[in-house]
């Protein structure tokens, strides 16, 4: 059993930046996803990050979200720069073979 805590989460005015941390509780051995779910919408995948550090984001947060980790510190992070409006949701980070966080909620004001 792995327990996942996300926080950083906030309010921001947009153009703004915010770095989420997602905590495992153990040593984590696989790719960590970050996901969001807007109010009324299906939860999306935003960034993803392997065990070597490859990376893969949705084209809407491209060039301005940055996902990375800390093997050493059991730790994922999402670094998100000039925030929208439309950044605006609950983040949720998640690990194979399905452990998710409570969730963190970012609202960005336009």
């Known amino acids: 059993q792995v327990q996942l805590v996300e926080s950083g989460g906030g309010s921001v005015q947009a153009g703004g930046s915010l770095r989420l941390s997602c905590a495992a509780s153990r040593r984590i051995f696989s790719i960590m996803d970050w996901y969001r779910q807007a109010p009324g919408k299906q939860r999306e995948l935003v960034a993803d990050?392997?065990?070597?550090?490859?990376?893969n984001y949705a084209d809407s947060v491209k060039g301005r979200f940055t996902i990375s980790r800390d093997n050493g510190k059991n730790t994922v992070y999402l670094q998100m720069d000039s925030l929208k409006a439309e950044d605006t949701a609950v983040y949720y980070c998640?690990?194979?073979?399905?452990?998710w966080g409570q969730g963190t909620q970012v609202t960005v004001s336009s």
């Open positions: 998640r690990m194979d073979p399905g452990y």
């Open positions: 990050i392997s065990l070597g550090g490859r990376t």
